[in-house]
């Protein structure tokens, strides 16, 4: 199976970037899709950005559109997200999130991923 590790987040004002990282191991990457979700505090974890295991399709959540970008490396064994224009309701606990090619699933839901990463904080102040 695969183990994901998140780095990269951080605390930054709003209107600034961010990039996370999410390194797999234990498999290759690219068996799987991958996906962002996000989880603020007493809030439910919510989809944030999803990219099919070739990293030919992507899809996102309109809070993030136009903002935010997925992205994968392969070769590197590593799923980004690019955060730009950062707003303090962005602020949460970011995760990276897989599971195999080709499951018949959700894109948007966290019960359709069965393996997780530890997460990795966002702060964004006004």
């Known amino acids: 199976q695969v183990q994901l590790v998140e780095s990269g987040g951080g605390l930054v004002q709003a209107g600034d970037s961010l990039r996370l990282s999410c390194v797999a191991s234990g498999r290759t990457l690219r068996d799987y899709a991958a996906a962002w979700f996000r989880q603020a505090p007493g809030k439910e974890r919510d989809f944030v950005a999803y990219s099919t295991a070739s990293g030919s399709a992507f899809d996102y959540a309109n809070s993030v559109k136009g903002r935010f970008t997925i992205s994968r490396d392969n070769a590197k064994n590593t799923l980004y997200l690019q955060m730009n224009s950062l707003k303090p309701e962005d602020a949460a606990v970011y995760y990276c999130?897989?599971?195999?090619?080709?499951?018949?699933?959700?894109?948007?839901?966290?019960?359709?991923?069965?393996?997780w990463g530890q997460g990795t904080q966002v702060t964004v102040s006004s």
């Open positions: 999130a897989a599971r195999l090619r080709g499951a018949v699933a959700t894109r948007d839901r966290p019960s359709d991923y069965n393996y």
